[in-house]
């Protein structure tokens, strides 16, 4: 069964630091490109984030660029987000993702159940 299970969201002050992460299972992780992809209360969905499979090419958001860096393990299957510098625009439920870039488009394949950040005084 694939399983991609995120941890690490909370409760932040403006200007804090939270590391997300997330678990995978039943899968190859290593093969796949991962994305963060977050959604804010009554908006859609927001890419945030994405790394290729072997971890070598990173992109951002331009929003979050500066501020949050992801990094995989593969030897944990694990894929994380470091978050600094947070702020309250950054409140919302991350979820993180497997994606693949078919052409000009992007599909997202199989998707995780999200961690909220809350980033409030």
């Known amino acids: 069964e694939v399983q991609l299970v995120e941890s690490g969201g909370g409760l932040v002050q403006p200007g804090g630091s939270l590391r997300l992460s997330c678990a995978a299972s039943?899968?190859?992780?290593?093969?796949?490109?991962m994305s963060w992809v977050r959604q804010a209360p009554g908006k859609g969905p927001e890419w945030v984030s994405a790394i290729s499979s072997g971890g070598d090419k990173t992109y951002y958001e331009d929003s979050v660029k500066g501020r949050f860096t992801i990094s995989r393990d593969n030897a944990k299957n694990t894929l994380y987000l470091q978050m600094n510098s947070l702020k309250p625009e950054d409140t919302a439920v991350y979820y993180c993702a497997t994606y693949r870039v078919v052409g000009v488009n992007v599909e997202y394949g199989y998707w995780g159940v999200g961690t909220r950040v809350t980033v409030s005084s």
């Open positions: 039943g899968f190859s992780f290593g093969n796949f490109n």
